[in-house]
């Protein structure tokens, strides 16, 4: 080959190499795209002599262990001995490669060279390993997928929560009573604190509330947090109307309890009143004719907040506060005045103690309309009585005719019949 061929080859592997090299780079600094975990876990794999955690953390107990991201960032691979043997997970014995399944045998026998997978970033590191859960929590797994979160995940959100940024990896905590099946009072306080990662400014709102300043301050068991609203693993959109009509009946379960609410001096009839009335009605036949419509009747949260509610004599929010309430009347009835407000009897059914003046108002219509309807009933059986007795009596006093005379309109037969 002449000279000139043999330059034109070098160039053109040269523009090769270059091409081959812009495309890898450009793969490799590519933004992560939506991650979508399979449903599926990998059973086909090939079993192999368990190993044990000790071999793990020969290694991973160093703190300076990290390993480079395509993004430039380190990933520490740094894991505190105590971290898992103090979490549910250690203490059930579970070993570290039962969740890191892709471990081979040749990454203890010389690491470096034992690539693992390749992440973006660190976001990309947890979208890629939090789907091992699935192997053993399929169900809660499974109720992720059409939550909230999960279906922000699918539209592209990479930062929507996914397993471990709940419970974390190695720290794992237990949530429930193995007996009861009920939240650990521990729990209740970390659930909101878990929450706050991602909702500060809410957790804030929630935190000053009655019942966040209860929970936090106090360590009272009795007051929601935000699972009992909001749900566990199949958290729902808060913002649908589906949603709105149903946030009744989460109020309700707690301030419908007598167990709950007698210790606090609270009416029980708070959610029987409230459907009782023109606004629970129509929300009530709402959600069961047309759930997912929309309504302008306020439910519970429309009055009393969302996750700032007060206390009921909080002179700023306070309902029992005349002015206060009036606020909120006239949200959706502009024209309201005092004595519009006045007329709600907060929940409460009138007593002696509560309302007296309706309370006697209503014994003394009470009274009145079974007196006034009873002897109107009385006078009308009086009257038929007496007509059915006057009959019977001109039907007595008429004379009979003669046995030998016919009655009038016959004719005496002939004697020759």
Known sequence: MSKRS???????????????????????????????PSAAPQADRVQQEPVSNELCLACH????????????????????????????????????VQCHTNFDQ????????????????????????YSVCLQCHAEQYDKTIDSVHG???????????VCTDCHTAHTVRRLTDPATKQLLPDARIWVPETCAKCHSTVYAQYKESVHGAALTQENNVDVPTCIDCHGVHNIPDPLTSAFRLKSPNLCGKCHADAAIMDKYGISTKVFDTYVADFHGTTVTLFQKESPDAPTNKPVCFDCHGVHDIARADDPQKGLQVKQ????????CHPGATDNFSAAWTSHYIPSPDKYPVVYFVNIFYQLLIPTVLGGMAVLVVLDIS?????KRR???????????????????ESSHD
């Open 151 to 161: 279906r922000a995940l699918q539209n592209g959100n990479v930062n929507a929560a």
């Open 386 to 390: 007496s007509v059915v007795r006057q």
């Open 324 to 331: 206060n309430i009036l606020k909120k009347c006239q949200v």
């Open 61 to 96: 107990n160093n703190p300076s262990l990290t390993k480079k991201l395509y993004d430039g960032s380190d990933l520490s691979l740094y894991v505190k001995p105590e971290d898992h043997a103090n979490s549910v997970h250690g203490a059930e014995g579970l070993q570290c």
């Open 106 to 129: 040749k990454h203890s026998e010389n690491p470096v060279q034992f690539p693992g997978f390749q992440a973006n970033d660190r976001r990309d590191v947890t979208l890629k390993l």
């Open 394 to 412: 001109k039907s007595k006093d008429q004379p009979k005719p003669p046995a030998d005379k016919p009655a009038a309109g016959e004719t005496k």
């Open 6 to 36: 043999w330059r034109r080859a070098g160039v053109f592997a040269v523009i090769v190499v270059i091409g081959l090299l812009t495309i890898a780079v450009s793969g490799v600094w590519a933004a992560p795209a939506p991650i979508v």
